[in-house]
């Protein structure tokens, strides 16, 4: 079962005025929406753009891998140490993830849908 990062969430004061700067600096394109954002897209990686709440500090806040299998990876996730934090996808259509977090502490979610602007398969360079 391979895992593959397509998801960064990173809190920020803005997201319009970061959104921007991707739009800018990177060349990354808007592919949507967030609750308290904007998604941003390389064409493979979906940021998220997530507006500061309450005492948040800007910064990254957690990342995504989307998994071929929810429960399977969900199995080994809690195997090597990690925990159950929240939230389920509620649709095959859903872009929602499970959150959980590593033996550090560090927030990550799983996904078998994926996530707007992200793309499942990459082929590296050799």
């Known amino acids: 079962m391979a895992s593959r990062l397509r998801h960064i969430a990173i809190i920020v004061p803005d997201p319009e ?3 921007k700067f991707f739009e800018e600096a990177f060349g990354m394109t808007r592919a949507g929406k967030a609750r308290r954002g904007v998604y941003m897209s390389d064409g493979v990686v979906n940021v998220a753009l997530l507006k500061t709440e309450g005492d948040e500090k800007a910064g990254l806040y957690h990342f995504g891998m989307w998994v071929d299998d ?3 990876a969900e199995k080994k996730v809690t195997q090597a140490g990690g925990s159950y934090l929240a939230g389920r996808p509620t649709s095959p259509n859903s872009f929602y993830e499970a ?3 590593d ?3 560090v927030v990550f979610d799983l996904t078998h849908t994926g996530w707007a602007g992200a793309t499942k398969e990459v082929v ?3």
Request: charged letters at 40%.
């Open 99 to 101: 959150k959980y977090r």
């Open 124 to 126: 590296a360079k050799a």
């Open 17 to 19: 005025k970061a959104a």
């Open 70 to 72: 929810l429960d399977e």
């Open 103 to 105: 033996p550090n502490g």
